[in-house]
């Protein structure tokens, strides 16, 4: 089966500049989460989604961090304006719950540097 | 959701058994252990895991205790390639996944 598929693979932008995240799930997988992980860090979990509808995102910054997932689908995350320590990688996993416990598969990331 | 606890670092001889343990004292009855490790550059690869029962699979073996408060993840013949980050952690059916910060493994030649 393809993996989850993320792109762009690397960014740069200046601070106060706007970004895009695209995400494609693994074929079937209902449940989607996006992560930041800062070098050195373990993955911090931002967003997960069932289907189009939100599950968690307690620990999305609303402020300047958004994220879509239309169609239940592929999914988008948006960060306006972009601060210095936004800069990390930005991982997106997919998981098939519907027969219970089951892993995340993830992307290799966008690789985000803000200057 | 429970936490896990890990050695931050971890060396192993190649060709030997990696042991890497994990502590999850406060696992509630319906959460699973599960262990990634996570490459330079990759994302985090899924390797096993378990709710009870002890668990063998092509990569590795997973030994949970019986009041389930700590796991080893079990590597039987470490290669140069096992180097990476191994995290320990515990998720309910409905999929939440909160990562520490792992344990770097170190496979020596």
């Known amino acids: 089966e393809a993996g989850v598929a993320q792109s762009p693979r690397y960014k740069i932008i200046e601070k106060r500049q706007s970004v895009a995240f695209w995400c494609n799930p693994i074929?079937?997988?209902?449940?989607l989460y996006w992560y930041q992980q800062i070098l050195g860090q373990g993955p911090k979990l931002l967003i997960q989604?069932?289907?189009?509808?939100?599950?968690?995102d307690s620990q999305l910054p609303k402020d300047r961090f958004s994220a879509e997932r239309l169609k239940g689908v592929d999914s988008t995350l948006k960060i306006q304006p972009a601060k210095l320590e936004d800069s990390a990688v930005y991982l997106c996993?997919?998981?098939?719950?519907?027969?219970?416990?089951?892993?995340?598969?993830f992307g290799n990331g966008t690789r985000l540097t803000v200057t | 959701d429970a936490k896990t606890t890990q050695p931050p670092s971890m060396d192993c001889a190649e060709g030997r058994a990696a042991n890497l343990p994990c502590n999850h004292s406060?696992?509630?009855?319906?959460?699973?252990v599960y262990w990634y490790r996570q490459i330079h550059s990759q994302g985090p690869q899924y390797i096993i895991h378990?709710?009870?029962n002890n668990e063998t699979n092509e990569m590795a073996s997973l030994i949970i205790t019986e009041d389930r408060k700590s796991s080893t993840l079990i590597l039987p013949h470490a290669t140069l390639r096992d180097t990476a980050v191994y995290y320990c952690?515990?998720?309910?059916?409905?999929?939440?996944?909160?990562f520490g910060d792992g344990t770097t493994l170190t496979v020596k030649p």
């Open positions: 996993a997919s998981s098939d719950l519907s027969g219970g416990a089951a892993p995340l598969h």
């Open positions: 074929s079937g997988h209902a449940t």
């Open positions: 989604f069932q289907n189009n509808g939100v599950v968690d």
């Open positions: 406060t696992i509630s009855g319906n959460e699973y």
């Open positions: 378990g709710l009870k």
């Open positions: 952690i515990v998720s309910t059916n409905a999929g939440k996944s909160t």
